[in-house]
């Protein structure tokens, strides 16, 4: 059974610093992997997504890398601001079905 | 495009009532539809698959006759939480996908119905 697991499960630092939230998962057999953003009381928004066969994607301030044979995704976020303050989810998807598995979540709070 | 809304955004209802939260995918025909519930600081889970035209697909603990689900169109699909009880409180998130459009390996996120029961 796949299980996705975040660390830290909450984060709080000065503005300006760049920070990384780890991601990790039981079952290499992944379809691909996400990265999106929660806002209190709100969806989800999608930040990046990785393909099994790929190795990181990036979007502005923030790259993602995958390790599928360890088992582990990093979102690395620089230069933070006041307003990446938001919950962090990365979810994978099953092999071979639609279902994504989603993690724990970070909290990040970045102080100005 | 990939624009998937949910109605209604919030709802309040007395316990014993039974709630219909609409998914809707605005601009591609979704063949699959996910419903997700979240508790408060927790992640989502995997309440059920639905394909459309089919029986949806419920997880393990998910009762399929208290979360009625119903996927008659390539563009709806309708969670129904029967005898809603306070316990049944939470955040109710649906995704859509389709193999038929670019970006066919990702869910497309509705922006979540807030129920709370009273």
């Known amino acids: 059974k796949q299980e996705v697991t975040q660390i830290p499960a909450a984060l709080s630092v000065p503005e300006g610093e760049n920070l990384v939230l780890n991601c990790s998962f039981t079952d290499s057999a992944i379809y691909n992997l996400q990265w999106f953003r929660q806002d209190p009381g709100k969806g989800l928004t999608s930040l990046l997504l990785i393909q099994s066969s790929q190795r990181e994607q990036t979007s502005g301030r923030l790259n993602a890398s995958l390790d599928k044979s360890s088992g582990r995704s990093t979102l690395y976020i620089a230069a933070s601001q006041p307003g990446d303050s938001a919950t962090y989810l990365c979810?994978?998807?099953?092999?071979?079905?639609?279902?994504?598995?989603f993690g724990t979540g970070t909290r990040l709070k970045v102080l100005a | 495009g990939a624009v998937v809304s949910q109605h209604p955004s919030w709802v309040i209802c007395k316990s014993g009532t039974s709630v219909k939260i609409e998914c809707r995918s605005l601009?591609?025909?979704?063949?699959?539809m996910f419903w997700y519930r979240q508790f408060p600081k927790q992640s989502l889970m995997l309440m059920a698959t639905s394909n459309e035209g089919s029986k949806a697909t419920y997880e393990q603990g998910v009762e399929k006759d208290k979360f009625l689900i119903n996927h008659a169109s390539l563009t709806l699909s309708t969670l129904t939480v029967t005898s809603a009880h306070p316990e049944d409180s939470s955040f109710y998130i649906c995704s859509a996908s389709s193999p038929y459009r670019v970006g066919a390996n990702e869910q497309f996120f509705g922006p979540g119905t807030r129920l709370t029961v009273l």
């Open positions: 979810a994978v998807r099953i092999g071979g079905t639609y279902k994504y598995i």
């Open positions: 601009d591609f025909q979704a063949t699959t």
